[in-house]
């Protein structure tokens, strides 16, 4: 079970998301771009980016937006966040290959393919990690033993 948070907080808490988000762009840009300045085809480019770019913003997120990331649940939290985002991501990815593949003269560009894509994925991408990957759970407590109903005569 999530611990509830009013709406204000939760508007506080996307946003925060959202700014790490543009990390995570800046970050899947600026990889992508080195390895298209490689040779590497946009596709591999984008794996390559994608990975780790999803690494970054599993740090910060961790660290600064949900504040829960500790040693002992690291490994359980890290893939937790790798399937919560691989969906969101796939989407991204998808939309990104689709949109590349088009050929049309703007849409094609990577560049652009992978702003469409990004932004897709963000709302998928906050609603796992909010909800699974990062979700604060409450310790479950033995249920209280119910009081037996003694019939007097």
């Known amino acids: 079970m999530t611990v509830r948070?009013?709406?204000?907080?939760?508007?506080?808490?996307?946003?925060?998301?959202?700014?790490?988000?543009?990390?995570?762009?800046?970050?899947d840009a600026l990889i992508m771009r080195l390895g298209l300045a490689h040779g590497v085809e946009p596709a591999w480019a984008r794996v390559a980016s994608l990975f780790c770019a999803m690494q970054v913003t599993f740090t910060i997120n961790g660290l600064v937006v949900f504040k829960c990331l500790n040693r002992t649940s690291l490994i359980h939290q890290w893939r937790?966040?790798?399937?919560?985002?691989?969906?969101?991501?796939?989407?991204?990815?998808?939309?990104?290959?689709?949109?590349?593949?088009?050929?049309w003269p703007v849409i094609a560009n990577p560049m652009v393919a992978i702003a469409v894509g990004s932004a897709t994925a963000?709302?998928?991408?906050?609603?796992?990690?909010?909800?699974y990957a990062f979700a604060k759970r409450e310790r479950r407590k033995a249920p209280a033993p119910t009081p037996r109903l003694v019939q007097r005569p």
Not at 10 to 24: C, H, I, N, T
Request: hydrophobic share 55%; charged share 10%.
């Open 80 to 103: 937790r966040y790798m399937v919560a985002n691989g969906f969101g991501n796939f989407c991204n990815y998808w939309i990104f290959v689709t949109l590349v593949s088009t050929h």
């Open 122 to 131: 963000w709302a998928i991408n906050y609603l796992g990690t909010r909800f």
């Open 5 to 27: 948070v009013g709406w204000r907080a939760e508007w506080r808490l996307a946003a925060k998301f959202a700014a790490v988000g543009l990390v995570g762009f800046a970050t």
